[in-house]
């Protein structure tokens, strides 16, 4: 079917014959009958990743295949969403190992971009919970892989941006909980200097994450909210929550109606940001018990969130420094906040040790934010770009939709490696995104 379609931000918007598949065979049906073609889970990445001319949705390949509730070993097929997972393992005490801020991502999106939580430093990405998984490649055939075998395969399929092939089937651990809620601590710090000192002291904490206000300048550059959770014990709870631990959050969420004029969004935004920030009664310090959706999912409450930045849409910029380079995130910010053209709001988040072939994360800061498209800004983005490389950081994949291709091979120094293995299992390159041809992967 012929569709119009763009990822979250809004940027690029493209026309794809678009296939879907129920069964395996149909699958492989499409496969041979079509040329450059990428898996599309729910278009959450936010630029190229999952556009080209040809994509096969994989909505309707959404199956559980079995579920261990003893073990904690969960089987599907990879269009199933993350939120329909939850709806089943947290009832029977059990919660995602690890999953980004956004639960209506599939389970193929997860392994393809091998997305990361806010427990990074403790958990790894999502690939580290993998045990198995299933691979259609181009020819039709369907490959098994795992950390023991075809473990080439497996590496560049996590992280590697649907190159390889569609993933079809995955298996992977949970992680055990004794109830849906999570033991909040949000601590105000004064700037980016003390930010940073309050997440190496509360490194111990499982799940940690800061939203930075990226207006203030002076003594106060950098000040944020930083925000720390544990999931819940039993003896953690109010005789009310104790009746019922592992109770799913109730539905509440409100639609985006249409897309905005992009001054609206400012106006929005201010007054977000000065709720959060100036709020009268908002401490230093809070402790509270709360459910996971608002603490995982804030966004998730708006749906389609994403009009507010207006016709033109919006890029998100995500790079990582190592531990050491904490002067190039002053850099950074410093130069986005002169300029001005930024959210106002950054999130910065901590990566522990990983490196694998082409996931994104490795030990430092990672930082996101969104830059609503306008003229000028992919000039300053190649800027911001030079100096990521410059500090030894690199950009997520799954939320770019410009950067140049050197900045790509420059950043991740295993990016000759992959290609070979893309080469190997995807020779005619019969899967290739408007990303990878324009980062001259798939070219
Ligand atoms: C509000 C919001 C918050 C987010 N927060 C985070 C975060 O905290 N951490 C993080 O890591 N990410 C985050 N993301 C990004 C998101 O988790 C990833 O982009 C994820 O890959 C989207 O999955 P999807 O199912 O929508 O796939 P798509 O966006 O459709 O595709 C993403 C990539 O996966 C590939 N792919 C999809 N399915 C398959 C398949 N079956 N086989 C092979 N390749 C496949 C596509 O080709 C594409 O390259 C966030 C996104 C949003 C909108």
Known sequence: MKKTIANWGNYPVME??????????QLSDALLHSDGIIARGNGRCYGDASLAKNTISTLKYDKVLSFDTEQGIFECQS?????????????KGWFLPVTPG??????GGAIASDVHGKNHHVDGCFSHHVLEMDVVLGSGE???????????????TCGGMGLTGIITRAKFDLKKVESSYIKQKQIKAQNLEEVIELFERYKHYTYSVA???????????????????????????DEEKKKDPLKLPNKKQITFPFTLPSFVLNQLTVKAFNFLFYGKNFKREINNVISYEPFFYPLDAILHWNRGYGKKGFVQYQFVLPLESKQGLIEILKRISDK???????????FGKQDDLISFPKEGYTLALDFPVRKGLFEFLDELDKVVLDYGGRLYLSKDARMKSDIFWKGYSNANRFSEIVKKYNPDFKFNSVQANRLSITH
């Open 79 to 91: 269009g199933l969403m993350l939120d329909k997972i939850l709806e089943v393992i947290v009832p």
């Open 16 to 25: 794809t014959e678009e296939k879907t598949f129920t069964f395996e065979e």
């Open 102 to 107: 956004t639960k209506f991502i599939t389970v």
């Open 211 to 237: 939203w930075i206000d990226c207006l203030k300048k002076g003594k106060h550059f950098g000040r944020s909210i930083l925000m720390l959770g544990e999931h819940a014990k039993l003896e953690d709870l």
């Open 340 to 350: 001005g053209l930024g959210s106002f709001l950054a999130v910065l988040k901590v």
């Open 142 to 156: 369907t490959v098994t892989c795992s950390p023991t075998s075809n473990t080439e395969l497996f590496w560049a």
